[in-house]
C-alpha cells in the first residue's frame, strides 16, 4: 500500500530557503520510511528471474516502488517554484531529482 503524501510542504522551493525546505521534505520522508527513495537504494528487481524477464512478467514489488516514488516526485514537485521545476524537466525518479538538486 503506497504512502499517502497528505501534508503539503508550504514552503515552495526557490533561491533563498533551500536548506528549509530540504530539512522539511527529508522529515516527512523519513516519516514515512522513504529515505530509500532518495539514493536509490532497496530498489526491487524488475523481474524476479529469467523465465519471468522472458515471460514479461515484472515483479509485484517493483511496480509498488514505482508507483511509490511516483507519488513522492508529484508531492515534492508540488513544493516547487517555476524555476525549479523546469531545471527538473527530463527526471523521472526521486533519485535523479534530489541528485540534481544536491549539486
Known sequence: MPHQFTTPINLK???DNFLIWKQQVLATIK???SIHFLDGSN????YLNS???KDNLVNIEFLHHKQQDLLIVAWLLASMTTPFLTK??????LTEIWMCLDT
Open 51 to 53: 523465465q519471468d524477464e
Open 88 to 93: 527538473m524537466v527530463g527526471l523521472e525518479t
Open 31 to 33: 516519516d514515512l520510511k
Open 13 to 15: 522551493l526557490n533561491d
Open 43 to 46: 530498489l526491487p528487481l524488475c
